[in-house]
């Protein structure tokens, strides 16, 4: 997924949840600027603020790919005491 296209994702449940872009960041617990940032589909925001506005908006994105089910196979035979 495209910065461009995660950036017009957020925007979009944002507004059909009712929420401003000032709402969405006192729910996530991040600040406006980090909101604004996101649906300009700048890259400035962490992993953890990102993940945190997604969570507010119930948007869930899934690593996939051959490298993430490899690594997926680590960690779940590291796992096996």
């Known amino acids: ?17 009712g929420l401003s872009q000032m709402e969405l960041a006192l729910y996530a617990g991040v600040s406006r600027n980090v909101v604004q940032d996101l649906e300009a589909g700048k890259g400035r925001a962490s992993w953890k603020n990102l993940r945190a506005v997604l969570g507010v908006l119930n948007i869930r994105l899934e690593p996939a790919g051959s490298l993430v089910d490899a690594w997926k196979r680590q960690q779940s035979e590291e796992a096996v005491p």
Not at 1 to 17: E, P
């Open 1 to 17: 997924m495209h910065s461009s296209q995660l950036a017009s994702l957020i925007t979009f449940h944002r507004k059909q949840a």
